[in-house]
């Protein structure tokens, strides 16, 4: 009997182990599913980068369903809603999360010490208190800058060129954006090299972007820089239509702005630094820590002219600006 027992339990050891065999093999096989937070401003940045960013991460083996879940937030422009977003994303325990626009990662920053936070679309990273340094940035903090030296002077030239009658210009500002502390100072710099008076206001909204346009009007602004904010990438069709009628020259970092009726844009390819993006996440989720990976900024620049606005506006665009454009919107 003792004989027949140790039998019987060693055929049900058996047994077990022949149905438990192929359940451990699929257990080894399921892929570990990488959760990706994303903080979106709004406007049209995101939209244009966000698809080449999921490109990117299927060229590195990622694919949504099996081994890739992505958890987007977007506050459409609206600052109240980032630390909300930020803390959402932070419960949902995400392994890593890509923070579109200096407000995003400000409120990032503020839910999470430890997740690691990838920049892009992000402007003056040091400057704003985000990383310590762009080789070395320490902390849960790292990616792309939108911005580099030389850009904001850039705009001022390029709009000076382009409307040569043009001597002061406004620039639309978002207050407490440290950012645009470093793009205005050098916009001052540059217009006073050129002998252009330069003067910002503070828009957080359509209502103070209808006043700066009237205050503008009043003291013959005679052309027009947009830094980039989710503020006024959220709100262009309205700083586009109110430029058409007070007939300004415009121009904003992003091609977006210049496809849909503003004169100019010149700055980097966002489908690019989100790109470059997805290639940081892709490090980090294998073992990188955001501390060691150097922060990198733009690599392409592009500059797209709009004639069909500088016919509106009685501009005749140099062929000094036609000859080194990317792209002239005819």
């Not at 990273?125 to 790292?142: C, E, K, Q």
């Not at 990616?143 to 850009?151: Q, R, V, Y």
């Not at 003291?219 to 959220?234: C, D, M, Q, R, S």
């Amino acid at each position: 009997m003792r004989h027949r027992i140790a039998g019987l339990t060693f055929t049900v050891a058996l047994a077990l182990g022949i149905l438990s065999g192929p359940l451990a093999a699929q257990a080894q096989q399921a892929p570990k599913v990488a959760r990706v937070g994303v903080l979106a401003g709004g406007g049209s940045t995101v939209q244009a980068g966000f698809e080449p960013f999921r490109q990117r991460l299927r060229e590195l083996g990622y694919e949504e369903g099996r081994n890739l879940a992505l958890e987007v937030r977007s506050a459409e422009g609206r600052a109240e809603r980032y630390a909300e977003l930020a803390a959402e994303l932070v419960r949902l325990r995400v392994d890593v999360i890509v923070a579109q626009s200096n407000p995003a990662v400000v409120a990032l920053k503020r839910a999470t010490e430890t997740i690691p936070i990838v920049m892009t679309v992000v402007g003056d990273p040091v400057g704003s208190g985000f990383v310590a340094s762009l080789p070395r940035p320490g902390g849960n903090v790292t990616g792309l800058s939108n911005m580099a030296e030389g850009i904001s002077a850039k705009w001022v030239e390029l709009l000076q060129e382009a409307a040569p009658k043009a001597t002061r210009f406004g620039v639309l500002v978002v207050p407490a954006t440290a950012a645009h502390a470093s793009m205005w100072a050098e916009i001052q710099g540059a217009g006073r090299a050129l002998r252009i008076v330069t003067r910002a206001w503070e828009v957080r909204g359509p209502e103070e972007i209808d006043r700066a346009f009237a205050a503008m009007a009043t003291e013959g602004i005679g052309a027009l820089i947009v830094l980039p904010h989710p503020v006024t990438g959220v709100h262009r069709q309205q700083i586009l239509n109110l430029a058409a009628k007070h007939r300004l020259p415009a121009i904003r970092f992003n091609r977006e702005f210049a496809e849909a009726g503003g004169l100019m844009s010149y700055g980097p390819n966002p489908a690019d630094l989100w790109r470059r993006a997805a290639t940081y996440v892709d490090k980090i989720l294998k073992g990188a820590k955001p501390a060691d990976l150097p922060v990198e900024q733009p690599t392409r620049f592009e500059l797209l002219i709009n004639m069909r606005t500088a016919k509106a506006l009685g501009l005749t665009i140099p062929r000094s600006i036609l000859s080194v454009a990317d792209e002239v919107i005819q």
